[in-house]
């Protein structure tokens, strides 16, 4: 049990991510004059884009608040109002009943699951808390995070998108020619959407592209099938395809937000991520009714549950899912084992759990609490943020065959039950994405710092060690 202990303690670390440590405004480690106005703006500067790159990355909006407000009560501005929406941060800082308070906003521009930045971003401000670092250091580190180039090169990131649709097939029950289909169909998606994101197509557009190519060569394939000799369940392939398209959407962000008391953008981000599923959803209708004039029907959907003896194959299945999806969003190598496990984790609890007849959506948001968990306190340890592991090892549990499911029914008549498949399919999503919160809140319950948990403010433990006596001075002593 000890080496058990010691394990388990070395994997989850006490070193704590920032988005886990509380964020009331600390004793200034290093005060500005708070009337000189050029040196205010510049601390303001830096707490709003810090904020632009966490909001950016899917962060939930009170997290963003937190932060923001934290830097800027670290160099003296303690009493600042932060209001942040769907896209963009306003910060206003209170200097004092002389003078007037100051203020800015920042908008944000882009979406980017860049999770190497996030993290970055993380340690350095884990870096302004702990060294003290002047306004202008900070905001050149923050410089070259921001315009610093991937990690990793843009065909890594497209054979990681395809393999972690390879492994996602193999979860939901595909073979290998379901995983090879599935990889290249997946890596035709990624190719064409990021030319047509070069020329400026609306992110709605190129989701029904996706949905498109994701069920175009399936359907063919089934249709030949008997004169190539091969046999194929097509829903695989495109379920597959579809919780690719879906991972890069910031459910997570949205609920988080709706359950954290950030009405309005979580109403935002919810609607923006309607409209993207309806897009793949689109496309997906669009390729089986092109499909279908052309004399290619599609066999119904039998969702067969796995059998528990099947667990280890699934779970090494969700592991490389989760960890291919971290490395197609550029997160760091010290994250991708974190999201391994985090994967492993949430897919044996969702396959066992669905054995207990408990149904899918309560199997998913169990799942989800215990990624949750173990991504809050493994994260410590790979020292990134939490949502790098969270979304990572929830990704393999999207309901993309449920979509399909409900998808199909409907083009074929059957109304009701596709408004059932819909439905539970929205059920999964919002489970996961609570899930998910719960799991973080837990974790940050358990492992929270005794110092923080007496004063609920930031102070730095001053350790003293004794010196040890050596043989000779205590001889001497003793004569």
Known sequence: MSKLAEALDRLTGHRQATLDTVTSAPAPLQPIDLTDDAVVAEVLDLAVRVGEVLLASGTAAMDTAEQVQFIAATYG????????????????????PTRPPASTMRIVHYRSMDFTRLAAVDRLTRRIRREAITPNQAHEALTTITTAPHPYSRWTATLAWSAMAASVSVLLGGGLLVATVSFLTT????????VLNRFGLPFFFQQVMGGLIAAAPAATLYTFQEQLGISIRPSLVIAAGVVVLLSGLSL?????????????????RFFEVVMMTGGIIAGVAISLRVTGMLGSTLPPINVEASPITQLPVLMLSGAFASVFYALACYAERRALTAAFLGGAAGSGVSIYVQTLDVGPVIAAAIAATVVGLAGGLMARRALTPPLVVAVAGITPLLPGLSLYKG???????????????LLSAFGIGCALAAGVTLGEWVARTLRRPRILMRVDSLRRPLVRQRKRRTPAASSRTSA
Not at 77 to 96: K, M, P
């Open 77 to 96: 501005l303690a009493q600042c109002d932060v209001d942040v929406t769907y896209n963009s941060i306003v910060l206003s800082a209170y200097r004092g």
């Open 187 to 194: 890596m035709v998606i990624d190719r064409v959407n990021r």
């Open 252 to 268: 997570v962000g949205s609920v988080q937000d709706a359950i954290m008391g950030a009405p309005i953008t979580a109403v935002a």
């Open 407 to 421: 998808l199909y029914s409907l083009l074929n008549d059957q109304v009701l039950v596709g408004l059932t498949a």
